[in-house]
């Protein structure tokens, strides 16, 4: 048998590169022991598989099988393991919105200073943080690693495989609701990095504004600072204000922060990143400047200009507390003389029991702030649009889709230069087909 040395783990049989070990993880949909031959022919070194697998007749005779009670816990305990091996900060994002920009802010004033490794995209499940951690080695000084949980215990389950020196709670929203029934239930969910921060050499950075996440505080025996624009705190932004891109200007410390970046809800990302910074050493100038130089991610704020039209691409997911973001920079920015505010939302999913009252209150929103046209998709937005009308919004404004393809065609028809389209809804709902067409 020909004997390669282990050089990592990969869980996509397609992807493994030539002496790494494949994880043969099993989901709702799909089986990683159906894919343990093709690995091999790929060239893994090994395959990590069900004892239960093998004892039900599972067998490859091309490379010697790993027989593991959950492959998946495997892959956790690996990456457990080499984040031990290292002594550095680790900086862990947790929220109902904004993990990602955050992450990315982070890691990019941190980059000033630092060799960083970060968590890719949006992989902050319990497959994409120990992937992300496995490539942890001696050339990196630091990490940012975002954790998302969809049940109670992830992030306790999250921290342990990753270890934070540093933990930032961004807030606590209603994003999946649905899977915790309550603002209670969310809060419990992603306080419990808060548990994690169990003594002085570990510091937890909190949203000082955020009234729930406030009140959970007192989980943390480590040290404790605070950011925020309202309420005291640590790492206070002050003089706040928004130009007609919506992007923040304001001071921290007797320090400028422009940012390239629009939105109230970036600025606190931007905070949470800047006392992150501070706390790690860098400088207010490279904090400034990482700052400055930022820009949004695709899909998240994302600022799109052409023929005139300015479309905000923040289709990337949505709950109530990111929506409300986004209308509030819809509003924010403004439009030429000529030119008319479109909204154009996409069910958001996970919402539980509360789903159509909290789609209502969107429509409520919508008819304050005075938008022109109000375009909705998918069975819940009906409730959204229904509430807009009864608030006193004409129907000759509102339209409602339950076919993506015909929605992009009607709103391609409808937008004309010097408009504002925002485009947002869960990720599901696919709209950055509209996107597309419109940018």
């Known amino acids: 048998m020909d004997c390669r040395p282990a050089r990592g783990i990969c869980t996509d049989s397609r992807s493994i590169a030539r002496g790494e070990v494949f994880a043969a993880l099993r989901g709702p949909d799909f089986d990683g022991h159906e894919f343990v031959d093709g690995a091999f022919q ?30 998946l816990s495997a892959l956790g305990d690996v990456a457990r393991e080499n984040r031990k091996r290292f002594c550095l900060p680790v900086i862990a994002v947790v929220g109902s919105s904004g993990k990602t920009t955050a992450k990315e802010m982070i890691a990019a004033i941190l980059a000033r200073r630092f060799t960083v490794l970060k968590t890719p995209a949006s992989e902050n499940n319990e497959i994409g943080v120990p992937r992300a951690l496995l490539h942890l080695g001696s050339q990196h000084t630091a990490a940012v690693v975002e954790l998302g949980a969809r049940r109670e215990g992830d992030i306790e389950y999250l921290c342990s495989v990753a270890r934070p020196t540093i933990g930032v709670l961004l807030n606590i929203g209603l994003a999946h609701v ?17 548990d994690y921060i169990e003594d002085e050499s570990s510091l937890a950075l909190v949203n000082a504004d955020d009234r729930v996440v406030a009140k959970g505080t007192k989980r943390t025996k480590g040290r404790l600072l605070g950011f925020g624009l309202t309420r005291g705190s640590h790492f206070s932004g002050e003089g706040l204000v928004l130009d007609r891109e919506g992007c923040g200007h304001f001071s921290l410390q007797n320090n400028s922060i422009d940012l390239k970046i629009p939105g109230r809800h970036n600025v606190y990302n931007a905070l949470a990143a800047a006392a992150v910074g501070r706390v790690c050493g860098v400088s207010w100038a490279d904090v400034r400047a990482a700052l400055g130089e930022f820009k949004p991610l695709a899909m998240r704020s994302e600022m799109l200009r052409k023929n005139g039209i300015c479309v905000i691409n923040d289709c990337y997911n949505a709950n109530p507390g990111s929506l409300s973001a986004a209308l509030e920079l819809l509003q924010q920015i403004e439009t030429a003389p000529s030119g008319r505010k479109i909204l154009v939302l996409g069910d958001m999913l996970e919402l539980g ?3 159509d009252q909290m789609h209502a209150e969107v429509g409520l929103h919508a008819n304050e702030m005075g938008v022109d046209h109000f375009i909705g998709l998918g069975p819940m937005m009906r409730f959204a649009l229904d509430a807009a009308v009864a608030a006193g919004m004409g129907r000759d404004r509102v339209l409602h889709f339950t076919d993506r393809v015909e929605l992009c065609r009607f709103v391609s028809s409808l937008v004309e230069a010097g408009d504002v389209v925002l485009v947002k809804g869960s990720r599901d709902m696919q709209l950055e087909e509209l996107v597309q067409r419109l940018a």
């Open 353 to 355: 029991e509360q789903s």
């Open 178 to 194: 649905g899977i915790f029934k309550s603002v209670e239930g969310v809060a419990k969910a992603k306080g419990e990095l808060l």
């Open 42 to 71: 790929r060239g893994a070194s090994a395959a990590i598989v069900e004892r239960a697998w093998m004892a039900g007749g599972g067998d490859c005779r091309r490379g010697p099988l790993l027989a593991v009670d959950s492959p």
